[in-house]
């Protein structure tokens, strides 16, 4: 099988209905067609600093988020980021293929630091480490939602400046934005992605999130003044976002749930959509309650995870050595 590789930061204390919605799901889907492997990014969540207690335990919930929403550790590999250093070590590398101003031209990182996140050099040199994280795995498709596009493009445009240096040694990935796939706004400011970082809590759906919360929060949606339930995320932001939620989650094409609000004000929309949410949500947050109930069990799931993805990670280090002109390790 085609290897594919993806990741998500652990930079908050659960993943929202973005992560959800633009990635995972996707994930567990492809599953059936590609050798996978799904990381907790908590080396790229060192940009933004936390306590250690609290980085721990949000590693430990994202890796359970993964397995909560159907990723299957038996088919796929789920590891942490740190566990296999190689990721560092090829991090570096593409730093130094990297010019200081191709960095700062990054829109995530301009948006970052905008947005007022204190950017250390972590920050800047975040789509490096990416970069490595999925040339690493001689990855064919990187499976991520279109924030990422950027970040991808530059990974393209690194492996394919190693191989020109140095000679044909690493794999130049495709992004695999699956069909369908989902952007989700924040709820406050729908102009904006949800964000862990950047949403505020009422901009966003925490997948733990008690459903009457949620429910609140979909209510306080911003939308607009013009009362017509319709898709135009142009100029009907709020509500082609909230259309685009329910359509994924039920299933149900854009322009038929459109045809099914007639005459029906946002408020309607709201409630249903603030149902399909919590229909989800709960069995997903029930399965939450017994993976975290088990840590042990967890943590040899990363173990082994880990294991399978050294493997690789090892083998792609000994090409890139060879290649750049650094001594084998012993
Ligand atoms: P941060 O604010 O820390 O960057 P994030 O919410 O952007 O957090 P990431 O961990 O950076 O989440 O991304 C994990 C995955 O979720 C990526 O594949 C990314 O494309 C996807 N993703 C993130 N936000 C959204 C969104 N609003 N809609 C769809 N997909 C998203
Ligand atoms: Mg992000």
Request: glycine fraction near 6%; hydrophobic fraction near 40%.
């Amino acid at each position: 099988l085609p290897r594919i590789l993806s990741g998500m930061q652990p930079t908050s204390d659960s993943l929202h209905l973005g992560n959800y919605l633009g990635a995972l799901v996707n994930w567990v889907k492809l599953q059936d067609e590609f050798d996978a492997y799904y990381f907790v990014a908590d080396l790229h969540a060192l940009t933004v600093p936390t306590e250690p207690a609290v980085l721990r335990q949000r590693t430990r919930v994202t890796a359970a988020q993964f397995l909560a929403g159907g990723v299957d550790p038996k088919r796929s590999a789920v590891f942490c980021q740190s566990h296999v250093t190689e990721h560092a070590e090829l991090g570096w590398v593409m730093n130094c293929l990297t010019g200081d101003g191709e960095a700062r031209r990054m829109t995530q990182f301009k948006d970052k630091v905008a947005k007022g996140q204190n950017a250390n050099v972590g920050l800047l040199t975040y789509p490096m480490l990416m970069a490595a994280d999925i040339l690493m795995y001689d990855a064919a498709y990187v499976p991520v939602g279109e924030d990422q596009r950027q970040h991808l493009e530059i990974t393209r445009d690194l492996a394919e400046r190693f191989n020109s240096r140095f000679g044909a040694t690493l794999v130049v990935p495709d992004a695999y934005i699956v069909k369908g796939s989902a952007k989700i706004m924040d709820l406050q400011d729908p102009t904006a992605k949800m964000s862990k970082t950047g949403s505020s809590p009422k901009g966003l759906i925490d997948l733990m999130e008690d459903p009457a919360r949620i429910a609140k929060n979909i209510r306080s949606a911003v939308t607009d003044t013009d009362g017509e339930v319709r898709y135009d995320p142009d100029t009907k932001p709020g509500v082609s976002n909230l259309l685009v939620i329910h359509s994924v989650l039920s299933g149900t094409p854009v322009d038929k749930l459109v045809a099914t609000f007639a005459g029906r004000g946002y408020g309607d929309l709201k409630k249903e959509v603030a149902d399909v949410v919590v229909e989800r949500l709960t069995p997903f947050q029930e399965r939450m309650r017994e993976l975290l109930d088990d840590p042990a069990e967890l943590d040899r799931i990363l173990a082994d995870g880990a294991d399978r993805a050294r493997e690789v990670a090892r083998a792609t280090m000994a090409r890139v050595r060879d290649a750049a002109g650094l001594l084998p390790s012993a």
